[in-house]
């Protein structure tokens, strides 16, 4: 094919298809929808949200956060044994179960299951401090802080949990990894 022949070919082509229209892409559709406030009044936090459109959070409140959770048809509400403590969901899972961190005697991770209530996550022996931050069917992942140096703490199997918390030398938090502590209904 010849120079003549190809430049004529392409100019046929891009009069007959328009190139700004041809390679655009249709821009994305979400729906924004305002979840409104707690019946308090408070404007909430957002820290996850579920396929069913479940949300976790928390407020600040004069007195401190408070967790909150999101569900369709009862708008915010205060999770049972969360409501009146220092705490903050940080994540939430398909069944609506909650993680997070709360002020019971000290910061604790927790999961919050309907009908079972608040497990605390205990911290280790030389733990300071628990967190969670994400939640999947039966686990909790966070983290533990201990005040002592990680060498001295030898790997170790917390209750209920199926997989040994490991120490590093470089860091003083531990990754953790447990079933729900005390709930003989977890999934």
Known sequence: MNRRVFAATLAVLLLTFPAGHSLRASGPVYTVEDLGTTSDGFVPTVTGMNASGQVSGYVSRPDGL??????????????????????A??????????????????????RYVDGVGVTTIPVLPT?????????????????????????????????????????????????????????????
Do not use: K
Not at 67 to 86: C, E, I, M
Not at 89 to 110: H, K, Q, V
Not at 131 to 143: C, E, K, L, M, P
Not at 177 to 184: A, K
């Open 66 to 87: 408070r967790a909150v959770r999101f569900t369709d048809g009862l708008g915010w509400t205060y999770p049972p044994g969360l409501q009146s403590v220092y705490s």
């Open 89 to 110: 969901a940080t994540a939430i899972n398909a069944s609506g179960d909650l993680t997070g961190y709360y002020l019971p005697a000290g910061l604790r991770a927790f």
């Open 127 to 187: 733990g300071s401090y628990g967190i969670g931050y994400a939640i999947a069917t039966a686990r909790v992942r966070g983290f533990l802080r201990s005040s002592r140096r990680p060498s001295a703490v030898p790997p170790r199997r917390l209750a209920g949990s199926t997989t040994p918390v490991r120490s590093s030398v470089r860091s003083r938090r531990r990754g953790i990894s447990m079933r729900s502590v005390s709930t003989p209904s977890a999934r």
